[in-house]
């Protein structure tokens, strides 16, 4: 860092990337909370005046749950925070041609929160076939890749669209799946066989879990927060 400075003019400043981190989660996590809680005042409120006085109410109350000043809570509700994803999401495909499972990703590291809808045209494999399974996947490694071997499947992160009409030989059942991921990273996944309608929905919280959120918020108490 000597070296830096003299030659550079530059005064670096050395960081703990875990303690980074850590500091980003708490004021993502605990930012959210106060907006939520301020959003739901401001809605309940009867007049303006009303609405300060609720919203103040839920600053001291914050401060006074999680043991930190007001004035900090304050300045995380203040603070803009954006989320994005850590790794990359989708659907297990088949491909007929080759006999090769694989996943297809929608939605990937570093995509900003809420993706919005991301859409993917699919098919039955077979024409007689009645039912398809649908299977959620995460990216497994630091690398992204469509190779099964390379994502993990979601838990609670499957299901089947039943009652497929069988086709006429030549044809396949056409499926819409149409995937998105909202800013507090609740994953939808929406499947819908064209012909009669019959779909299926999957909802699964890929962001932090309530633990890992709390343990976030209970570290603002211990992280100087500034900028």
Known sequence: SARLAKEFGWD?????????????????A???????????AEENAGSDAEAEREVA???????????????TVRHLSGKKTHSVLSKAFGVGMHDRDTGRDYVKHLAFANDPLPTGDRTLPAETIDHNQTEVLIQLYEQAGTVVSDER???????????????????????????????????????QLRATERS????????????????????????????????
Request: charged residues 20%; aromatic residues 2%.
């Open 30 to 40: 605990l930012s959210r909370v106060v907006y939520k809680m301020q959003r739901e």
């Open 149 to 187: 071997s390379a994502n993990n499947p979601l838990d609670d992160g499957s299901g089947c669209i039943t009652g497929i009409p069988p086709q006429p030989v030549g044809k396949l059942a056409k499926i819409d799946i149409v995937m998105s991921i909202d800013e507090d990273g609740l994953l």
């Open 196 to 227: 009669t309608g019959n779909e299926l929905i999957i909802r699964i919280t890929v962001g932090l879990s309530t633990e890992q959120l709390g343990h976030a918020i209970n570290a603002v108490s211990k992280i100087s927060i500034s900028g």
């Open 57 to 71: 109410n839920v600053i001291t109350e914050v401060a006074r749950q999680y043991g930190i000043s007001e004035e």
């Open 12 to 28: 670096p400043q050395l960081h703990d990337p875990e303690l980074a981190v850590a500091k980003g989660a708490a004021i993502f």
